[in-house]
């Protein structure tokens, strides 16, 4: 595997459900992200991690939770959520936290909530 | 607070016609500017990255960009399309978060491009 991959790539779920979104780069870097990427909206920064510390939680909802056990891996936790939760969500890798560094994307999860 | 603006919604251009996508940001200092392309079921790819220096930025996939700061633009161009253009195009603004030290990137909504035979 290269790149940055994201698992599943769809994902059908009721609202009392619980799942988890995983992500994994391959990369070698030290800083991830998530992104939501609803239909007619500006891609959402949602968390940002850098060496497996949370650095930003963009008033994203308790239902959403990211876990960050190394820094190739990056999960989201999803618990209750709501049919407006429904979107694509992008994980994304960058060398560093600088504003300069190019970030990496996968493929993304959609997402479906009943 | 950062912002991009993409006024273009939806562009559709001919197979070899010349394609030019707009972008505008609103910051205060000189950004770092970015351009992403997401196909169809795909994530954002990079096309193109503007720090400082030349202000006319050469991509990938023949795709080029200027920035103009007196406009506070930075529009993507490509002299000639192909089908495999056809995508969403992402403007993206690169700055430091304020009062922290990490960055972040801002993107307009983005620019459908449909490409006709």
């Known amino acids: 595997e290269t790149g940055v991959t994201q698992t599943p790539r769809h994902l059908v779920m009721g609202m009392t459900n619980k799942k988890s979104l995983k992500c994994e780069q391959h990369?070698?870097?030290?800083?991830m992200y998530w992104y939501k990427q609803s239909a007619k909206k500006p891609l959402e920064l949602m968390f940002v991690?850098?060496?497996?510390?949370?650095?930003e939680n963009n008033s994203v909802p308790s239902r959403f939770s990211p876990e960050c056990p190394n820094s190739s891996h990056l999960f989201l936790h999803l618990h209750t959520l709501q049919p407006e939760d429904s979107a694509l969500y992008l994980c994304?890798?960058?060398?560093?936290?600088?504003?300069?560094?190019?970030?990496?994307f996968g493929p993304g999860t959609r997402l479906t909530v009943l | 607070a950062q912002s991009v603006t993409q006024p273009d919604i939806h562009i559709t251009v001919s197979e070899g016609a010349s394609l030019e996508l707009r972008c505008n940001y609103s910051?205060?200092?000189?950004?770092?500017l970015f351009w992403y392309v997401q196909s169809p079921g795909q994530g954002l790819q990079l096309l193109l990255k503007?720090?400082?220096?030349?202000?006319l930025v050469q991509g990938i996939k023949g795709f080029e960009a200027e920035f103009k700061r007196s406009q506070s633009s930075f529009n993507l161009r490509k002299p000639s399309v192909h089908w495999s253009d056809a995508a969403e195009y992402f403007c993206?603004?690169?700055?430091?978060?304020?009062?922290?030290?990490?960055?972040?990137?801002?993107f307009g909504q983005g620019t459908i491009l449909t490409v006709h035979p």
């Open positions: 994304a890798s960058s060398p560093g936290l600088a504003p300069y560094n190019e970030q990496f």
């Open positions: 990369l070698g870097h030290n800083a």
């Open positions: 991690y850098s060496l497996e510390e949370r650095v």
């Open positions: 910051y205060g200092a000189t950004p770092y």
């Open positions: 503007y720090f400082s220096g030349d202000t």
């Open positions: 993206a603004v690169g700055v430091r978060a304020g009062g922290t030290s990490y960055g972040k990137l801002t």
